[in-house]
């Protein structure tokens, strides 16, 4: 099992450009959320959803969306980016609510 | 909303030193999860809390979940380097959310 891969695993953005970061996870979970996590910071919910055509707003959604046709992905979409959304993006997953969390190893973006 | 409080933000200790950080809620919780996360990595989930005063170990690490389930500590016993990081509590809210603390991070001192 490759678990929860993530990509691109760097990216620079020109402001007001949009792109997908794409999230796949191989085990079957049913919850999967997407995090920012800015420097020297914790973690920041975006998103999140518990199954195929169910998906949620978290801590801080405003300028993303997602979408969940698939169990096994969940692209978050990034529009008009921003400076501010310069972060390290993580995918996560889990089988139950409540159990742990699997990470994917992160999505570096620099919006300039 | 749910908030977790984590302290301290950072602490530096020499090798061999004992270490521990704190997670506090003003809310009862229903578990507390703890990862760590390396410089430049993801992280990694150590362990879950459930049980009113539960205590676990791990090797060096020891994790406590308080009587009231409202805090939590893991203490870490004479630190290696490779305990380098990040460390983050992590409480489970209503909604399918988990809400993650601002974590401690760890330097050690050869």
């Known amino acids: 099992n490759a678990g929860v891969t993530q990509t691109p695993k760097f990216r620079i953005l020109k402001i007001g450009q949009s792109m997908t970061l794409q999230c796949t996870q191989d085990?079957?979970?049913?919850?999967m959320y997407w995090y920012r996590q800015d420097p020297g910071m914790g973690l920041k919910l975006i998103y999140y959803?518990?199954?195929?055509?169910?998906?949620d707003k978290g801590e801080v959604p405003n300028g993303y969306n997602v979408s969940r046709s698939t169990t096994e992905d969940f692209p978050l979409r990034l529009e008009l980016a921003a400076p501010s959304q310069t972060s390290v993006y993580f995918c996560?997953?889990?089988?139950?609510?409540?159990?742990?969390?699997?990470f994917g190893p992160g999505t570096r973006l620099l919006v300039l | 909303g749910q908030q977790v409080m984590q302290i301290p933000q950072y602490q530096h200790v020499q090798e061999g030193e004992d270490f521990t950080t704190y997670c506090n809620s003003s809310?009862?919780?229903?578990?507390i999860q703890w990862y760590k996360q390396r410089p430049g990595g993801h992280p990694v989930f150590l362990i879950q809390?459930?049980?009113?005063?539960e205590v676990k170990k791990q090797k060096r690490l020891t994790f406590q979940f308080g009587e009231a389930k409202k805090n939590s500590s893991l203490h870490i016993t004479a630190t290696q380097t490779t305990d380098v990081g990040t460390y983050f509590c992590?409480?489970?809210?209503?909604?399918?959310?988990?809400?993650f603390g601002a974590g401690t991070r760890l330097f050690v001192k050869a």
């Open positions: 085990m079957n979970h049913n919850y």
């Open positions: 992590a409480v489970n809210t209503g909604g399918f959310k988990t809400i």
């Open positions: 809390l459930v049980k009113s005063g």
């Open positions: 809310t009862t919780l229903s578990n």
């Open positions: 959803s518990v199954g195929a055509g169910i998906t």
């Open positions: 996560a997953s889990t089988e139950r609510y409540q159990e742990t969390q699997y």
